[in-house]
């Protein structure tokens, strides 16, 4: 377990390395504005013209969820084998080492434990730089893992994914971490122990469909991507340009599919709020 | 034709050249031991074919259109079929189908993808994608089967799920990710059967069960070779390269414990021969129904936990 206090962002997304590269200001996706970089970052990297939320690594959402920016980080030292020992244009290997070495992480998620408004939580966090968030035997154990604690220590959970779903170069056992998961929040579930889901963007494919969807309560950041195909296998499926506004959070709400659209300053009050509802009663 | 198919043809014609020597053959014991070895090489010669069918051939195989589908299983397995429809929501879903039938004469819950074989039935069936009110039917379904105590058999066979426009407006991740849960938890016994096209999610969402079977020519896949070519290498004709790197055929996953057993299917393919082919699920699926409806449901519930729990751990904490 080591403890993290933030002082500075320790581990940047290869992303956000690039946008430093490039200097002290940063155009934005969603208004094409230039915006100046402190500007950005003192507004939680979400746009102070037009709203737009920039992804934010696991680390630095860990820090503005939890109290103090103060966690300790659980599991860490996981890594995947390879299982199918999978080579495409390069092998699976090499893929892996990069993102290793790209975000000083094992894989694509952080597990924490920390305080929301001084109640003891758990946190898993996706880190979507690694290979894409996508989820391995890795992050399906490590998810697992957090669930049971939560289970076993009676704290909430939080997930807040950021994924492009099921991690290919693992075949079969990638999907099977989507039951495996499941299964944990069925047990969860059993136990009264409240999951709260977060869904930035991008949340698709088999992460969205297995615990993505599965918390207590479904919560996602404006304009994120969320989806169980995404928008190019539909396009060449039904040979259709889609709708402005297809999958993103405002259209999932507007169809029943999420609790709520909630901006980045105010997740963290949301999220407390929730966890007060969900809180034992007194007897 | 399909060399593999020729060759098991031969190997046939060849079988029953020796069966007629046999009967001319009489008490010469000589003839008989050589016919003996005769027998023997076929043997041999048929697993070399078996073994030689590569990841993309099975995979053809697996959604070859005159193979077996659910209702063909229905109709050989179970009696007093009675179809349930409509997820009681939205709408009816053809391309799963669920319904209360007997096994062995007692009561049971069918639930599977169904195909098409022509195109009329193909388009009718979606090509066995469902779409969200297909996984609601078949959860509906489990949890009345559980209300009153009947066993679930499930078979798998989908591309996978829709990926539609209306499939993504009313939530094709959420139905899959509740049929995920929900079935860890449902206190009877499901039995899954994979007898085509194992497709990701969409299979998965009926898979979650205290047996997964394979049969010996379906695939399991968390994306279709195609698919999987065209992203990773940019190119769909890299497919069969594709489907050898995903390991998505029966031994491969029975290797790394997917699944729990392979259920062998008539030479050539179960196409060829429904009625052995069904036969041979029978075989398994009454063995495992025995077993599994003995379990107290605490049992029950803690070894499908476990299973799932232990599967697939692929990762190392050095
Ligand atoms: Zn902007």
């Known amino acids: 377990m080591a403890w993290f206090k933030r002082e500075s962002t320790e581990i940047q997304s290869s992303d956000e390395k690039r946008v430093r590269t490039e200097g002290l200001w940063v155009k934005c996706e969603g208004c094409r504005q230039i915006i100046w970089k402190k500007e950005l970052e003192e507004n939680l990297n979400v746009c102070p013209k037009c709203d737009y939320h920039f992804r934010i690594d696991a680390f630095t959402r860990l820090s503005l969820l939890l109290d103090d920016a103060a966690f300790s980080v659980e599991d860490e030292k996981l890594s995947s084998t390879d299982p199918l020992n999978f080579f495409d244009t390069r092998t699976y290997k090499a893929r892996l080492q990069k993102s290793q070495n790209d975000t000083g992480l094992k894989d694509a998620v952080v597990n924490a434990e920390g305080k929301i408004n001084g109640r003891p939580v758990i946190v898993s966090a996706m880190e979507y730089s690694f290979i894409g968030g996508s989820m391995g035997a890795v992050v399906g154990e490590k998810i697992t893992r957090a669930i049971e604690r939560a289970a076993a220590q009676r704290k909430p959970i939080i997930v807040v994914s950021a994924s492009g779903g099921a991690r290919m170069m693992e075949g079969v056992v990638s999907l099977m971490q989507m039951a495996k998961i499941s299964a944990a929040l069925a047990r969860l579930d059993n136990a009264r122990v409240p999951y709260i889901s977060l869904l930035t963007d991008p949340t698709t494919g088999g992460v969205t469909a297995s615990y993505a969807m599965l918390g207590d309560l479904n919560i996602a950041e404006p304009g994120a991507l969320i989806a169980f195909a995404g928008p190019r296998v539909i396009e060449q499926t039904i040979r259709q340009k889609l709708p402005e506004g297809f999958q993103r959070s405002a259209f999932l709400l507007e169809h029943g599919m999420l609790d709520a659209v909630v901006h980045r300053r105010d997740s963290k009050n949301y999220i407390a709020r929730a966890l007060d509802f969900m809180a034992p009663r007194a007897a | ?318």
């Open chain 2, 1 to 318: 034709m399909d060399p593999a198919v020729r060759a098991q043809r031969q190997l046939k014609a060849i079988e029953e050249q020796i069966a007629q020597l046999e009967a001319k053959a009489g008490h010469d014991q000589d003839a008989h031991l050589k016919l003996k070895h005769l027998h023997h090489q076929i043997n041999f010669l048929r697993e070399q074919i078996r073994a030689h069918v590569n990841a993309w051939q099975k995979t053809e195989l697996a959604r070859h259109a005159q193979r077996p589908f659910t209702l063909d299983y229905v109709e050989r397995l179970f009696s007093d079929w009675s179809e349930i429809h409509g997820d009681r929501s939205f709408g009816d879903d053809p391309a799963i189908v669920c319904g209360m039938a007997r096994y062995q004469g007692e009561e049971v819950m069918v639930i599977g993808h169904q195909k098409g074989r022509d195109t009329k039935q193909r388009v009718y069936r979606n090509f066995g994608q469902a779409n969200p009110e297909g996984y609601r039917k078949a959860l509906r379904c489990m949890k009345l089967a559980e209300k009153f105590g009947r066993p679930i058999f499930t078979f798998v066979d989908t591309p996978g799920a829709y990926p539609g426009l209306g499939a993504e407006e009313r939530g094709q991740a959420e139905a899959i990710a509740r049929n995920l849960r929900e079935m860890a938890r449902i206190e009877v016994p499901i039995i899954t059967t994979i007898t085509g096209e194992g497709g990701s999610g969409g299979a998965l969402a009926l898979a979650v069960s205290d047996r997964v079977y394979m049969m010996e020519n379906s695939v399991y896949s968390v994306i279709s070779p195609e698919g999987c070519a065209s992203i990773m290498w940019r190119d769909a004709s890299k497919k069969e390269i594709a489907a050898q790197a995903l390991r998505i055929t029966p031994p491969d996953l029975l290797e790394m414990g997917i699944i729990d057993e392979i259920i062998p299917e008539p030479d050539g393919g179960a196409h060829l021969d429904h009625d052995s082919a069904a036969a041979m699920v029978n075989e398994v699926l009454a063995r495992t129904y025995t077993e599994l409806k003995s379990k107290s449901v605490h049992d029950l519930l803690e070894s499908r936990y476990s299973k799932f729990r232990q599967m697939a751990h692929f990762f190392t904490e050095a």
